[in-house]
């Protein structure tokens, strides 16, 4: 698949629909989903617009409260942060894991292991 | 880039796009920034399919309709993305009933080209019933629109 091609279906998918993610892609997500039997047109049309602004919505606010300002970049830690200090963006907390040092975990490790013998 | 059928990722030239958009003029985004709000944005997608599943099957429907989305992201706290979201609706059912009656044309069109015999009158009635409620259907859509 070209990049010529690609970015003539995304220039028609937001002529028409104003979105820019692809449906059929979205649907697939949603079908993975247990339960789900049947999809209306316009729920799907509805999950891949607010899939659109949550995006926005993630990227802009992790960038406000992270350290990015000061090097004008957004960085994976900004997310990470947002993740887990705000409460919209919890459900994220399994996915956007804060990094620590091998070291540190290794300590961690260790205590836990010393309040196992203590009980 | 493969492409397959399991791949339950979002297209990442989009995503980086929503990215740059959102984000102040001239702000980057590392690469594994990018990634993570790509999986973000599934995770989002899965999380909102559950929810709104709720809402459908305690209203003992199969099929997930737009109040269930809506009622998902009032449940997830997404109360900011309501409005936008009902704006872009109401536009995208304009453009769906457009192009359907621009292809209904068209295929109008091609029939009396094709066979242009007594079949074509029973097939015009079915069509413009059809029609009829479509145009109920946007009626009763643009009144709930007033209500709220």
Redesign the interface.
């Known amino acids: 698949m070209s990049g010529k091609n690609m970015e003539e279906k995304v220039e028609q998918a937001t002529d028409r629909k104003n979105i820019s993610l692809p449906m059929s892609r979205v649907r697939l997500i949603m079908k993975s989903s247990p339960d789900v039997s049947c999809i209306n047109q316009d729920a799907l049309f509805l999950t891949t617009k607010a899939t659109e602004l949550f995006v926005q919505h993630l990227a802009l606010s992790s960038y406000k409260n992270g350290s990015g300002k000061e090097t004008n970049t957004l960085s994976y830690s900004d997310l990470a942060n947002a993740a887990e200090e705000s409460e919209t963006f919890q459900f994220l907390t399994d996915i956007l894991p804060k990094k620590i040092l091998a070291r540190e975990y290794l300590k961690s490790l260790e205590e836990m292991e010393k309040v196992d013998d203590n009980l | 880039?493969a492409?397959k059928?399991e791949?339950?990722n979002?297209?990442n030239?989009?995503?980086t796009?929503?990215?740059k958009?959102?984000?102040p003029d001239?702000?980057?985004?590392?690469k594994?920034?990018r990634r993570?709000?790509s999986?973000?944005?599934?995770?989002?997608?899965?999380?909102?399919?559950?929810c709104?599943?709720n809402f459908a099957?305690k209203a003992k429907r199969?099929?997930?309709?737009?109040g269930?989305?809506?009622s998902a992201?009032e449940e997830?706290?997404?109360e900011?993305?309501l409005q936008?979201?009902r704006e872009?609706?109401e536009?995208?059912?304009k453009?769906?009933k457009g192009?359907k009656e621009a292809s209904e044309q068209k295929r109008k069109d091609k029939e009396k080209k094709n066979s242009p015999g007594e079949n074509d009158k029973s097939r015009d009635e079915e069509e413009d019933e059809h029609m009829d409620d479509e145009q109920e259907g946007e009626n009763e859509g643009e009144e709930e629109d007033v209500e709220n």
């Open positions: 880039m492409e059928p791949d339950l979002l297209p030239a989009v995503i796009r929503i990215i958009e959102a984000l001239g702000v980057n985004v590392s594994e920034a993570a709000i999986q973000a944005a599934s995770v989002f997608v899965l999380y909102a399919t559950s709104a599943n099957m199969k099929t997930l309709n737009a269930d989305v809506m992201m997830m706290e997404f900011r993305f936008p979201l872009a609706l536009a995208y059912k453009g769906q192009k």
